[in-house]
Every structure is written in structure tokens, then in C-alpha cells.
């Protein structure tokens, strides 16, 4: 090996290794999946031309990054987590496929967790760690979902699978979080982060919907030689398993078409990366070698060959959202992966730094859709100049600023607490089918009126008319879809009731089973007098103090309470007087339920009945808790613990059932 093509294959494993730290540990990008992959390719050459492979190649280990953060026992694992051998070429997962059957499921991105189950019982969930050890989270157990607590199989059960966390519940913790600095970077992010949790914080572990997709049956004493019949087993038993289909390798390619259309449609809720392959004969996978950290016949990894295009960049504009004033590159449509595109999201000021990207006209660059669906700026290849960061925000002309986060990125916000573009979702809630159920009025239409001066309040949605002409030359409409929106908008003025209005409002903690009780109990406008005059809404069965103090301190918002009457006066709401209050065998009584049920369909449907026999749905033990629900009875969890301290009976769910009815 010469001395260039040494110094070549260091600076190689720097940049890969300081690009992976990044991405799995948590902090932000510093190089897209095109580039990473690029420069692993041109490693892996590398190595197999001078035969000569360097201390700390990405080639030769598995990332434990995204684990650093994970605190807890370190514990060998049983069978080794290994990793998969990935290619980029159909015809390689048809070579490896051979004559045999073979699974195709899906790559999911987010961090593998194996469970062991000994006499049907939950034992141990250890994470992947470096395949060899992981780190014991048994701890984590009643909240994560995907898996069973108990199982059917009284012997010796090992599953592997992924912890992912969905694009839609990543997107709304995401909208949660005020600080642009502290926002996640994408849901494998969200997802190490949330494993790293400790018990004290297991109720944010459960509202972050962390959901186990279990992939293979590692081991059971049960003669089951098939994957597939595997996981129809898993299946049964009441996993969430990843989704597969049975083919060869005749019908791979059309089998891996037919599933990458499925990635580009954007129909997929959870983050994948790829696609996995595995033999059916579980016998004949376990035969094979182990080179480097793969298993050679464990299972095969189909990556995306990212499509590349050149194009003419015209101008970057700057587009406010909810937390952050994001830049967005305009160029030139180009086909990519079948869809045209002439615009892409430059993320920040520091990936504009990164790209050396600024706002000449002519400048070249580089774009791809990232996994299928994103499109990206991945390089500039001519000429940029300089970029000018904006000094007003271009939704409100209100002030900004830049931050920096804990990573070094440099992010731009509207410093204006009242930009209409930072309250987007909550005039998606207005409009929303349990709100005012305007349709039609999707969330880039929104976007373009708020952005274009049309909204600045929830009452200007019914003055829209005025723009009517503007509204009609923004693309996208016509006047027929214009005629159509402003008969929906005033359909909507004529046509809601009080408890939609209600949850349209997004009062903190007000949704729509909150509305209805509050309408229930007060009747309309009785609520509105009861909120005139201090009434005490903690007495509403199911809302509590909380939920209480939460109404009053949105109305002592004098903006709220303005456009709360001005709506008030162009709405027509119908009347509606008071329901009784339900009776039933949990009346005057209230529950705390934790851990997985299994008589119930979930524990939505198990508070759903408890609320409508006329008790209450508590989520923490007190003083006030009449039972606690818990199918671990003898578990030493922080509910049951108090529970005992406080001596308030703790009921299994047939206790429960035998007690008070069933659904």
C-alpha cells in the first residue's frame, strides 16, 4: 500500500466515523446518506485492492453511537446481534437468493432491542450494543409497545426487532419543543434519545409511542423451521411484527419495485432505510460463516442507489415555520425518482455553510431524494457567492435571530411570540375534521394565505372572501377550487356545533373528549356563562384541576378571549342544554391503568368504558386513586409501589372485570 493510498483510507475512516457519531449520537447531520455511502464505497474498494484494512474501520464494526447515551447493565448477549451484508444492485440479492425462497421485509431506522421471554413471561430486553454485549432496559418494559408482557410459549423465547418511533409522532413532539436548538434531527434521533431515559421518566417514554416491530424469532424450543411461520407465530402471540412477502429470485426485482413504490408514494409511517432479505429455511441460515461483524447467511440489506441530478439554482427563499425560519433552495425542475422537483429544504445556516451554497443565479448543483422521498441538496459544483440572512421574518416582519444549539448548528427564528406562521398547527386544528372541519383547507393552503397576509387570527379564516381575486392566481387554484373553499368556510360558519368549536380553539389540554364533556355538563352558551363566572370545571367528571386551570389561564389570554368572542359573533352555534351525568358500576370512582391489557383492546378502550360507567381515568397514583389496574400485580414498579404505600387496592384486569363488568 503507498503512502497516498494510506493517508487516502485514514482520512476516509475520519470522515465516516465522525459522520456516524453524529447521526446515531444524536446530534445533527454533518454529511447526507449519498455522501456517507460514497465514501464507505470508496473505502471498501480501497480495502480490497491493498488488502489492507486500518484500525477503526467502519467496515469491520458495528456503531454503538447511538447507545453511548443508553445508561444501564452491560450484558452479553446469547446469540450475537450481528450486522448485514448491504448492497445497492438487485442482481446481488439475487445471486445470494439462489434457488431458495427468500422474505423480503423492510430495514427499519431505528435501534434494535432483543427480548427474552422464559415461562411465558417477559425476562430481559437488552439493546444491540456492539452485537456482543448490549445494555439491559428490562426496566422499559411496560413502556415501550409492540410486544406482549406474557406469552402463550412457556419455554425459552428469543425475538429480535426495531424500537422506531413514527414520522407523525415525531413531527408533533417535534412541534412541541420551542427551542429550534433543542429539536430532534430526525426519528432514529428521537428515538436513542428517548431509550436513554431513566425509570423515573417512564411516562414520557410511553407518550413518545417508542414501538417495538419485531423482525425475526431468534430461538424457541418449538420445532419451527420456517421465517415465515416464525413470525406467524410472533404474530399470534401478539407482536408487532414488520411487514414481508414470500418470493424468489425470479420475482425480486418486480418484488423490490413493487416495495420501493410503496417507500416514493409516501405512504410509509415509519422510518425505513432499506429493505432486508432472509431465507425461509431458517436451518440453512444458520449454517453460514461469519466474516468480519456479518453473518453471511443470516439475511442480505438492500440500500437505495440515491438517483442524482444537475440543475440551476434561481434563488433561496426563506420559509417561517413553526419553531425555525427554514432556507429553501429554487432551481430548475429536474425528474427525479419520477416526480418533478424544483425545490428543496437547505435545513439551516450551518448545512448552507456545509454546501457552500449562497444566492448567485446560475449556480450548479447537485439534488437527490433522499430514501425516496426527501428531496435534497447534496453538493454546489459551481459558483455560489454569498448568502444574506434575513433581518426580518418574512411571514410577520417581525424581528430575528440566530441560534446555535448544543451540536454547533446555526439555526434562524422569528423572535415575535404572536408570528402567525409559528401558530400553523393550530390553525390546522381549526380547520380539522374535529375542529371546524373546513374542507379543502389543507395545511399548504394555510401556509400560503398565512404567509401571503391573508390570516393573522382564527376569525380571518371566515373573512377570506375579501382576498377572493389573490386566491384565485395562487397556484393551485382556480375559481372553481376558490368557489369551492369559501362554500366549505361558510358551511362551516353555519353548520358547527359547540363542542367542534370547542376543540377547535386548542385550549391547552382541551380535545375533543374534554369539549364534549364540558358541553354535556354545561349545555350551550351555559358554558359560556359558567366560564364568565370562575365555575369550577374540575368538577366535570374526566377533566380534573388540571385540565381546569389550563381553560382559565387560555381565557385570561386577552388575544384568546378577543378572538374567542369575535367568533362568537360570526359563527352560528345551535343551543344545547345539559346531559345528566352517567351512571354506572365505576361511578364516583377513579382508576389509574398502566401496563400492556389484554381483555381490553387497548387501554384507550379500557378508560373509554371506565368514563362511560361513569368513573374516572387517572394517569398517576394519589391520595384520590381509588384502584390501581396493573395485570403485574406483584410488580415493583413506582405505581405499584405507591400504591401499596398509600393502601390502595391494585386490581388485574380479570379482577377488574369480575368487579365492575366488561366491555
Same mark, same amino acid.
Given at each position: 500500500?503507498?503512502?497516498a493510498?494510506?493517508?487516502?483510507?485514514?482520512?476516509?475512516?475520519?470522515?465516516?466515523?465522525?459522520?456516524?457519531?453524529?447521526?446515531?449520537g444524536?446530534?445533527?447531520?454533518?454529511?447526507?446518506?449519498?455522501?456517507?455511502d460514497?465514501?464507505?464505497?470508496?473505502?471498501?474498494?480501497m480495502?480490497?485492492?491493498?488488502?489492507v484494512?486500518?484500525?477503526?474501520?467502519?467496515?469491520?464494526?458495528?456503531n454503538?453511537?447511538?447507545?453511548?447515551?443508553?445508561a444501564?447493565?452491560?450484558?452479553?448477549?446469547?446469540?450475537?446481534?450481528?450486522?448485514?451484508?448491504?448492497?445497492?444492485?438487485?442482481?446481488?440479492?439475487?445471486?445470494?437468493?439462489?434457488?431458495?425462497?427468500?422474505w423480503?421485509s423492510?430495514?427499519?431506522?431505528g435501534?434494535?432491542?432483543?427480548?427474552?421471554?422464559d415461562?411465558?413471561?417477559l425476562?430481559?430486553?437488552?439493546?444491540?450494543?456492539?452485537?456482543?454485549?448490549?445494555?439491559?432496559?428490562?426496566f422499559m418494559?411496560?413502556?415501550?409497545?409492540?410486544?406482549?408482557?406474557?406469552v402463550?410459549?412457556?419455554?425459552?423465547?428469543?425475538?429480535?426487532?426495531?424500537?422506531?418511533?413514527?414520522?407523525?409522532?415525531?413531527?408533533k413532539?417535534?412541534?412541541?419543543?420551542?427551542?429550534?436548538?433543542?429539536?430532534?434531527?430526525n426519528?432514529?434521533?428521537?428515538?436513542?434519545?428517548?431509550?436513554?431515559?431513566?425509570?423515573?421518566?417512564?411516562?414520557?417514554?410511553?407518550?413518545?409511542?417508542?414501538?417495538?416491530?419485531?423482525?425475526?424469532?431468534?430461538h424457541?424450543?418449538r420445532?419451527?423451521i420456517?421465517?415465515?411461520?416464525?413470525?406467524?407465530y410472533?404474530?399470534?402471540m401478539?407482536?408487532?411484527?414488520?411487514?414481508?412477502?414470500?418470493?424468489?429470485?425470479?420475482?425480486?426485482?418486480?418484488?423490490?419495485?413493487?416495495?420501493?413504490?410503496?417507500?416514493e408514494?409516501?405512504?410509509?409511517?415509519?422510518?425505513?432505510?432499506?429493505?432486508?432479505?432472509?431465507y425461509?429455511?431458517?436451518?440453512?441460515?444458520?449454517?453460514?460463516?461469519?466474516?468480519?461483524?456479518?453473518?453471511?447467511?443470516?439475511?442480505?440489506?438492500?440500500?437505495?442507489?440515491?438517483?442524482?441530478?444537475?440543475?440551476?439554482?434561481?434563488?433561496?427563499?426563506?420559509?417561517?415555520?413553526?419553531?425555525?425560519?427554514t432556507?429553501?433552495?429554487?432551481?430548475d425542475?429536474v425528474?427525479?425518482?419520477g416526480t418533478?422537483?424544483?425545490?428543496?429544504?437547505l435545513?439551516?445556516?450551518?448545512e448552507?455553510?456545509?454546501?457552500?451554497?449562497?444566492?448567485?443565479?446560475?449556480?450548479?448543483?447537485e439534488?437527490?431524494?433522499?430514501?425516496?422521498?426527501?428531496?435534497? $441538496?447534496?453538493?454546489? %459544483? #459551481?459558483?455560489s457567492? =454569498?448568502y /444574506?440572512?434575513?433581518?426580518?421574518? !418574512?411571514? &410577520?416582519e417581525?424581528? $430575528?435571530?440566530?441560534? %446555535? #444549539?448544543?451540536?454547533g =448548528?446555526? /439555526?434562524?427564528?422569528?423572535d415575535? !411570540?404572536? &408570528?402567525?406562521?409559528?401558530?400553523?398547527?393550530?390553525?390546522?386544528?381549526?380547520?380539522?375534521?374535529?375542529?371546524?372541519?373546513?374542507?379543502?383547507?389543507?395545511?399548504?393552503?394555510?401556509?400560503?394565505?398565512?404567509?401571503?397576509?391573508?390570516?393573522?387570527?382564527?376569525?380571518?379564516?371566515?373573512?377570506?372572501?375579501?382576498?377572493?381575486?389573490?386566491?384565485?392566481?395562487?397556484?393551485?387554484?382556480?375559481?372553481?377550487?376558490?368557489?369551492?373553499?369559501?362554500?366549505?368556510i361558510?358551511?362551516?360558519?353555519?353548520?358547527?356545533?359547540?363542542?367542534?368549536f370547542?376543540?377547535?380553539?386548542?385550549?391547552?389540554?382541551?380535545?375533543a373528549?374534554?369539549?364534549?364533556?364540558?358541553?354535556?355538563?354545561?349545555?350551550?352558551?351555559?358554558?359560556?356563562?359558567?366560564?364568565?363566572?370562575?365555575a369550577?370545571?374540575?368538577?366535570?367528571?374526566?377533566?380534573?384541576?388540571?385540565?381546569?386551570?389550563q381553560?382559565?389561564?387560555w381565557?385570561?389570554?386577552?388575544?384568546?378571549?378577543?378572538?374567542?368572542?369575535?367568533?362568537?359573533?360570526?359563527?352560528?352555534?345551535?343551543?344545547?342544554?345539559?346531559?345528566?351525568?352517567?351512571?354506572?358500576?365505576?361511578?364516583?370512582?377513579?382508576?389509574?391503568?398502566?401496563?400492556?391489557?389484554?381483555?381490553?383492546?387497548?387501554?384507550?378502550?379500557?378508560?373509554?368504558?371506565?368514563?362511560?360507567?361513569?368513573?374516572?381515568?387517572a394517569?398517576?397514583?394519589?391520595?384520590?386513586?381509588?384502584?390501581?389496574?396493573?395485570?403485574?400485580?406483584?410488580s415493583?414498579?413506582s405505581?405499584?409501589t405507591?400504591?401499596?404505600?398509600?393502601n390502595?387496592p391494585?386490581?388485574?384486569?380479570?379482577?377488574?372485570?369480575?368487579?365492575?363488568?366488561?366491555?
Amino acid at each position: 500500500m503507498t503512502e497516498a493510498e494510506n493517508n487516502r483510507m485514514q482520512e476516509l475512516i475520519r470522515r465516516l466515523n465522525e459522520a456516524s457519531e453524529a447521526y446515531y449520537g444524536g446530534r445533527d447531520e454533518i454529511m447526507s446518506n449519498f455522501e456517507w455511502d460514497a465514501l464507505f464505497d470508496e473505502l471498501t474498494r480501497m480495502e480490497k485492492e491493498t488488502g489492507v484494512t486500518l484500525p477503526d474501520s467502519p467496515t469491520q464494526k458495528v456503531n454503538t453511537a447511538a447507545e453511548d447515551n443508553i445508561a444501564g447493565e452491560k450484558e452479553a448477549h446469547e446469540y450475537p446481534a450481528l450486522s448485514l451484508a448491504k448492497t445497492k444492485k438487485v442482481e446481488d440479492l439475487q445471486g445470494w437468493a439462489g434457488d431458495r425462497p427468500v422474505w423480503l421485509s423492510w430495514k427499519l431506522d431505528g435501534l434494535t432491542l432483543v427480548l427474552t421471554y422464559d415461562g411465558g413471561r417477559l425476562t430481559k430486553i437488552l439493546t444491540r450494543g456492539n452485537g456482543s454485549v448490549g445494555t439491559n432496559i428490562t426496566f422499559m418494559k411496560t413502556a415501550i409497545k409492540g410486544f406482549p408482557l406474557e406469552v402463550e410459549d412457556r419455554g425459552h423465547l428469543v425475538v429480535r426487532g426495531e424500537a422506531a418511533i413514527s414520522y407523525p409522532d415525531f413531527e408533533k413532539l417535534n412541534e412541541s419543543v420551542t427551542d429550534p436548538a433543542e429539536r430532534f434531527a430526525n426519528p432514529r434521533n428521537l428515538a436513542s434519545g428517548t431509550l436513554a431515559l431513566d425509570a423515573k421518566r417512564l411516562d414520557e417514554v410511553r407518550q413518545r409511542n417508542v414501538t417495538f416491530h419485531a423482525f425475526t424469532l431468534v430461538h424457541t424450543d418449538r420445532e419451527i423451521i420456517s421465517w415465515g411461520a416464525r413470525m406467524d407465530y410472533l404474530d399470534q402471540m401478539g407482536f408487532t411484527t414488520v411487514a414481508r412477502e414470500l418470493t424468489d429470485a425470479g420475482r425480486l426485482p418486480e418484488t423490490v419495485a413493487e416495495w420501493t413504490r410503496r417507500v416514493e408514494s409516501g405512504e410509509m409511517e415509519i422510518p425505513v432505510d432499506g429493505l432486508v432479505i432472509c431465507y425461509d429455511d431458517t436451518e440453512y441460515a444458520s449454517t453460514g460463516s461469519v466474516t468480519g461483524h456479518h453473518a453471511t447467511r443470516a439475511g442480505y440489506a438492500f440500500k437505495w442507489q440515491d438517483e442524482v441530478a444537475r440543475t440551476t439554482l434561481r434563488r433561496v427563499e426563506w420559509s417561517c415555520g413553526a419553531t425555525t425560519i427554514t432556507p429553501v433552495a429554487i432551481f430548475d425542475p429536474v425528474q427525479l425518482e419520477g416526480t418533478t422537483v424544483s425545490r428543496a429544504s437547505l435545513v439551516n445556516l450551518s448545512e448552507m455553510d456545509r454546501l457552500g451554497i449562497g444566492e448567485n443565479d446560475h449556480t450548479e448543483i447537485e439534488v437527490i431524494k433522499a430514501n425516496k422521498i426527501i428531496p435534497k $441538496v447534496i453538493a454546489v %459544483t #459551481g459558483t455560489s457567492g =454569498a448568502y /444574506t440572512i434575513p433581518d426580518r421574518c !418574512p411571514a &410577520c416582519e417581525g424581528p $430575528v435571530s440566530v441560534a %446555535t #444549539g448544543p451540536s454547533g =448548528a446555526r /439555526t434562524l427564528k422569528c423572535d415575535n !411570540p404572536d &408570528c402567525p406562521a409559528k401558530h400553523l398547527k393550530k390553525f390546522e386544528r381549526f380547520v380539522s375534521k374535529s375542529g371546524m372541519d373546513i374542507d379543502g383547507l389543507s395545511i399548504e393552503s394555510l401556509r400560503d394565505f398565512v404567509g401571503s397576509g391573508f390570516i393573522h387570527s382564527f376569525a380571518d379564516i371566515f373573512r377570506l372572501s375579501r382576498y377572493e381575486e389573490e386566491i384565485q392566481s395562487l397556484e393551485g387554484f382556480g375559481k372553481k377550487s376558490c368557489d369551492n373553499l369559501l362554500a366549505a368556510i361558510e358551511k362551516s360558519r353555519t353548520g358547527t356545533d359547540a363542542v367542534h368549536f370547542l376543540t377547535a380553539l386548542s385550549i391547552p389540554q382541551i380535545g375533543a373528549d374534554a369539549a364534549k364533556r364540558l358541553v354535556s355538563a354545561y349545555g350551550w352558551p351555559g358554558f359560556v356563562k359558567a366560564l364568565e363566572e370562575g365555575a369550577d370545571f374540575a368538577n366535570v367528571n374526566g377533566l380534573g384541576p388540571e385540565r381546569s386551570a389550563q381553560i382559565y389561564g387560555w381565557y385570561a389570554d386577552g388575544k384568546n378571549k378577543a378572538v374567542f368572542y369575535e367568533l362568537l359573533e360570526l359563527l352560528r352555534i345551535p343551543e344545547a342544554e345539559p346531559v345528566s351525568e352517567v351512571k354506572g358500576s365505576c361511578a364516583g370512582l377513579t382508576f389509574v391503568i398502566t401496563g400492556e391489557v389484554h381483555r381490553f383492546k387497548n387501554r384507550d378502550a379500557f378508560k373509554a368504558y371506565v368514563e362511560q360507567n361513569g368513573g374516572k381515568v387517572a394517569g398517576s397514583v394519589s391520595k384520590k386513586t381509588s384502584y390501581l389496574v396493573n395485570n403485574d400485580i406483584s410488580s415493583t414498579s413506582s405505581k405499584n409501589t405507591k400504591a401499596r404505600e398509600l393502601n390502595i387496592p391494585i386490581l388485574s384486569e380479570d379482577d377488574f372485570i369480575a368487579q365492575f363488568g366488561q366491555e
